[in-house]
């Protein structure tokens, strides 16, 4: 018998739409055959871990559960004090709740992951948590007769 999978997302690619709609499984599953979960979206440059933290690790009584979908990151790790915390923040979550990150990035060969946002992404992995890439479509390369 396998563990539950952890409340915890991170998607990311260069698909844009496609990562936005990543945390949406996440939902459900954790959701189950409960009432829907409430989604509170924030972005990295405007939020801290301590935050992010104070949102999902309480449960609720009555009610789904909250979802706080964090998009772009990068902020929220751009040292190593900001990045332990926003990690602890990982294992605070509390039971019927969920956090998902979303990371949009530039599909083009020059671009550069931070090395933190690898981290993250990471500690999302090591903590059982849902870790997606999504990729843009690209046309079938175009052969000449």
Do not use: C, H, Q
């Amino acid at each position: 018998m396998t563990a539950p999978a952890a409340p915890l997302g991170y998607y990311w690619g260069d698909d844009s739409y496609t990562v936005s709609r990543g945390p949406d499984a996440l939902a459900a599953r954790l959701a189950g055959d409960g009432p829907p979960l409430y989604f509170v979206r924030l972005a990295g440059n405007d939020t801290t871990a301590e935050e992010i933290s104070e949102k999902v690790a309480t449960s609720t009584m009555f009610g789904g559960g909250t979802l706080v979908v964090v998009s772009e990151p990068a902020p929220l790790v751009s040292t190593k004090p900001l990045a332990a915390r926003l990690t602890d923040t990982l294992a605070a979550i509390a039971p019927g709740n969920g956090l998902a990150f979303l990371d949009s990035v530039d599909g083009s060969a020059s671009y550069r992951r931070p090395a933190s946002l690898e981290t993250l992404r990471n500690a999302v992995a090591a903590a059982g948590g849902d870790v997606r890439e999504f990729k843009a479509p690209r046309p079938p390369p175009r052969r000449f007769a």
